[in-house]
């Protein structure tokens, strides 16, 4: 059986449609193709319209994993497919930045088949430990190094390590890039990325959006 990723939608999502920014669109799109065609991804906390516009999204395609759009949090997700809290808790692992130990492939070994993310769009930069709502509900927990990485390079991270066995400091990175549109405009992310040469793996299309959002913020 292959790996199962939550992703927890940490913002109040309002329910109107198009409430899901489209960089997180990108991101979570991203996620089916870096976890792989075996893994199923559970995305939680979302809004009637959030859920089903992102079902519409995310058919079943070859070579990415199997996705699903829940209104439920993750601890009623839980609840229905692992048991009763507190003993299902502890089979769901939380990637948490501030975890006393790292992410290891023998955490893939029969430890851990679940692996639980955060995502918030207000806390990240500077980072404002969102990590902690999830955190105080109990989980196990594992960081993966002392960066901040975004949600998509956290989960592909993960699968690296557990499901291809590569241990998380021989994975490349690239730490805070400079996105480079022409000679006169550019940004930093304020993140660390999984590096494909001296690039950081960005979701398709998430370099156009970061330039139109630029060109956006010069319109007066
Ligand atoms: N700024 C928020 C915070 O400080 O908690 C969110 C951080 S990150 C953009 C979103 C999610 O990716 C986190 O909730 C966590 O699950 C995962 N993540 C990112 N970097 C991580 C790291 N270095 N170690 C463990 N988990 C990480």
Same mark, same amino acid.
């Given at each position: 059986m292959g790996f199962v990723y939550v992703i927890e939608h940490m913002e109040d999502d309002d329910d109107t449609p198009k409430a899901i920014p #489209?960089?997180?669109e990108l991101e979570y799109a991203h996620m089916r193709s870096l976890a792989g065609p075996e893994a199923k991804i559970h995305f939680t906390h979302l809004s009637t319209a959030s859920s089903s516009s992102?079902?519409?999204l995310f058919t079943p395609k070859p070579g990415l994993g199997?996705?699903?759009c829940h209104q439920d949090g993750v601890l009623q997700l839980i609840t229905e497919q692992l048991g009763?809290? #507190?003993t299902s808790l502890d089979k769901v692992c939380l990637l948490d930045p501030k975890a006393e130990s790292a992410l290891s492939p023998e955490d893939g070994d029969g430890r851990f088949q679940w692996f639980l993310f955060g995502v918030s769009y207000s806390g990240d930069d500077p980072p404002r430990?969102? /990590?902690?709502e999830l955190r105080v509900l109990g989980f196990p927990t594992r960081h993966l190094g002392p960066v901040q990485m975004t949600t998509d390079t956290a989960?592909?991270? /993960?699968?690296?390590?557990?499901q291809d066995k590569i241990p998380l400091d021989e994975i490349p990175y690239v730490n805070f890039p400079t996105i480079v549109f022409n000679p006169?405009?550019?940004v930093e992310m304020p993140f660390r990325y999984i590096a494909e040469g001296s690039e950081p793996k960005l979701p398709p299309g998430m370099r156009e959006l970061l330039h139109e959002d630029l060109n956006k913020s010069f319109d007066f």
């Open positions: #489209p960089w997180v992102l079902s519409a199997d996705a699903q009763e809290a #507190p430990d969102r /990590t902690s989960l592909g991270v /993960t699968k690296l390590v557990v006169k405009e550019s």
